[in-house]
């Protein structure tokens, strides 16, 4: 079991499966909801269990993804595709250990202009 907070730990949650590999997402809707790019992994909904959950603010960022984050720290943890049987936790949120390692950066054609990706994981533009 993974387990992992925000800041403040008003949300707490535990994930049940082990964790896919994270993609590191820099699109700049993921980068101006964390502040730089967003990591996370891909966990099935019915594993994931959200302590604190009146604590989540969820904005709407498109038709098909809303986003999650602590509405008293602020925290981003959660990116959310309404239609997939799936919901993208932040890494930064899980405690340690992850037992997992980034797998690729996604969306790198819209990436910040100050900072280079030099990990020479694949790089794909969408």
Same mark, same amino acid.
Do not use: K, Q
């Given at each position: 079991m993974h387990k992992g @907070?925000?800041?403040c730990g008003?949300?707490?949650f535990e994930v049940t499966v082990p964790l896919r590999?994270?993609?590191a997402c820099h699109c700049s809707r993921c980068r101006k909801q964390s502040g730089h790019?967003?990591?996370s992994t891909d966990?099935?909904?019915d594993a994931v269990t959200i302590h604190g959950a009146d604590k989540v603010t969820w904005f709407r960022s498109s038709e098909k993804v809303r986003r999650g984050?602590? @509405?008293t720290c602020g925290s981003s943890l959660f990116w959310d595709p309404l239609q997939k049987d799936i919901i993208a936790i932040a890494m930064g949120a899980f405690d340690a250990p992850t037992d997992t390692r980034l797998a690729m950066h996604i969306f790198?054609?819209?990436k910040g202009d100050y900072y280079e990706i030099g990990?020479?994981?694949p790089q794909n533009p969408r």
């Open positions: @907070s925000c800041l008003a949300i707490r590999p994270p993609d790019f967003w990591a966990v099935p909904r984050f602590c @509405s790198v054609a819209d990990d020479g994981l």
